[in-house]
């Protein structure tokens, strides 16, 4: 399996503090993606980072990507109730034409 | 604008039945997929089409067929539907993955295979 991993599976914070997810992937990337899922919904795509590419911000969101480690992370910061929700990151490999997500973390910010 | 829609949301299905899942998207994508989502195993590729008149398996197409009917539309289907295909299934569509594009999803259909 291309199936990435994101760390942690679960996190609970308080409103106002930052969260940071991690994802682990195995493969050469184009690019890496981070997606948001509301409970019961679709997921929504939030961010791109291309695989020449170290950070990337994007409003409250800050991602970094680590390709040779084969790994990215999420900075949501002064989190909001609103933002509970899974995140999950995708790759598109250099080579493919899919989108590989991974298990996704669960994010709940408490008011 | 509608996006990708996806229908029916919820189903239930007895041992041994078909159904079809519809997905429909009006971007004008190329590409288009079919995944199916589990707790605690993310999203996984069960078939996607990189075009109109193509199709190919993803990591776990056993049980299902798909059909890219044109390019706005993209069908899965269960033959003899089990209770391992409990699932929440998404549909998915986006330009040529390699061009640094997002996929589009579909607000899933909810299936219980009892």
């Known amino acids: 399996s291309q199936q990435g991993e994101e760390d942690p599976q679960a996190l609970s914070i308080q409103e106002g503090e930052n969260a940071t997810m991690n994802c682990s992937y195995k493969?050469?990337?184009?690019?890496l993606q981070w997606y948001r899922q509301n409970s019961g919904r679709g997921l929504v795509h939030l961010i791109l980072i291309r695989s020449n590419e170290r950070e990337k911000h994007s409003g409250r969101l800050r991602v970094t990507l680590d390709t040779s480690k084969k790994s990215s992370s999420l900075l949501i910061t002064a989190s909001r109730a609103a933002d509970t929700a899974s995140y999950f990151c995708?790759?598109?490999?250099?080579?493919?034409?899919?989108?590989?997500f991974g298990t996704g973390t669960s994010l709940t910010v408490i008011p | 604008n509608a996006g990708v829609t996806q229908t029916p949301k919820f189903q239930v299905l007895k041992t041994g039945q078909s159904m079809t899942l519809q997905c429909a998207q009006d971007?004008?994508?190329?590409?288009m997929y079919w995944y199916r989502q589990d707790p605690g195993m993310g999203l996984r590729l069960i078939y996607y089409s990189a075009s109109e008149g193509t199709t190919d398996k993803g990591e776990v197409p056993n049980g299902y067929n798909v059909s890219r009917l044109n390019k706005r539309e993209f069908s899965l289907r269960l033959e003899s539907a089990a209770p391992s295909q409990t699932s929440v299934y998404f549909c998915?569509?986006?330009?040529?993955?390699?061009?640094?594009?997002?996929?589009?999803f579909g607000q899933g259909t909810r299936l219980t295979v009892v």
């Open positions: 971007m004008n994508h190329n590409s």
């Open positions: 995708a790759t598109v490999s250099n080579t493919g034409n899919q989108f590989y």
């Open positions: 998915a569509s986006s330009e040529d993955p390699g061009v640094d594009t997002e996929a589009f």
């Open positions: 493969t050469s990337i184009n690019n």
